[in-house]
């Protein structure tokens, strides 16, 4: 073979290489694996971000949560001369819980979430009782809080040992 | 465990929902066994109310300014026990979500603070 056949041939062959990564079946797919994996890298970049959001922000939301709680559990001490206080500290503590539930991705909080959305439609009823606010129901909410306190201490007690894992 | 853990939120919560209501009664009690040097150092009170042939006992220990310890009211600890009659613990409930909340209405209920109150505000 002289070299002019061998560069001839050498030609030919980047032709169609050239050829096959232009042709519309290759490139199509290149297009999908590369949607695909954009979407991929998209979703994990929201995934720790709201995971990082959400340790930032659990102690806050803790201590807001317990400071409702103890609230709810002293002004039933004296339920009749505290109703309108009760219905203030409810609406302050379903905002607090909507946070949360709002803030609760991925399957592990997934428990969390569902009660939190729960104890959210709780309160929603309890404002439309009447008379309002009902004591045995403020109770129940006042149990169902302390649940989801006690799972959300929890939870940052296992985000302790997987930082330190990480770490 | 997690599941255990809830059983014991809901045992406080009940608690705390009797002694609102009036319908378990605690008394303020002494703390038993001699007075170690242990002792000058937390101011402590006991509670106890029976249930059935139990009691329930509510401990808690605050830190004296002797220690000074800053916020001595955050590093109080408050035990929750259920005892035989003979104020033996039998067991010791976990340190769960309630019974600060617990404590302060047994505080509040034992004292009759309510009662008080009620009374001065009656008061001719």
Redesign the interface.
């Known amino acids: 073979m002289t070299i002019e056949e061998f560069v001839s041939k050498l030609w030919d062959l980047v032709v169609a290489v050239f050829d096959f990564l232009t042709s519309s079946s290759v490139a199509n797919t290149a297009t999908w694996v590369g949607a695909v994996a954009s979407t991929l890298v998209y979703l994990n970049v929201r995934t720790i971000r709201a995971d990082f959001l959400f340790a930032a922000r659990l102690p806050q939301l803790l201590d807001a949560l317990?400071s409702n709680?103890?609230t709810l559990?002293?002004y039933?001490?004296?339920?009749e001369n505290n109703t309108d206080a009760i219905q203030t500290e409810l609406a302050t503590c379903k905002a607090n819980l909507e946070s949360v539930a709002q803030k609760m991705h991925g399957s592990t909080k997934k428990r969390i979430r569902k009660t939190a959305r729960s104890l959210i439609s709780d309160i929603d009823i309890c404002s439309n009782l009447r008379p309002n606010p009902q004591k045995e129901y403020v109770?129940g909410i006042?149990?169902s809080l302390?649940?989801i306190?006690?799972?959300l201490?929890?939870l940052r007690e296992d985000q302790k040992w997987s930082t330190r894992d990480a770490g | 465990m997690?599941d255990k853990?809830?059983t014991w939120?809901?045992l406080?919560?009940?608690l705390?929902?009797l002694t609102?209501d009036g319908k378990l009664k605690w008394t303020r009690q002494p703390i038993p066994g001699p007075s170690t040097l242990r002792d000058t150092l937390f101011v402590k009170e006991r509670f106890v109310a029976p249930y059935k042939d139990k009691n329930f006992v509510l401990t808690s220990s605050t830190p004296t300014s002797l220690l000074s310890i800053q916020k001595q009211e955050e590093n109080k600890i408050i035990k929750l026990e259920i005892a035989d009659s003979d104020s033996k613990a039998l067991v010791e409930i976990p340190d769960?979500?309630?019974i600060?909340?617990l404590y302060?209405?047994v505080r509040?209920?034992a004292s009759e603070v309510?009662q008080f109150i009620n009374d001065f505000l009656n008061e001719k």
Not at chain 1, 76 to 79: G, K, S, T
Request: aromatic letters at 8%.
């Open positions: 317990q709680a103890s559990s002293r039933l001490n004296d339920f109770r006042y149990t302390n649940g306190i006690q799972d201490l929890n | 997690q853990l809830q939120v809901e406080v919560a009940k705390n929902a609102q769960v979500v309630g600060p909340d302060e209405s509040f209920h309510k």
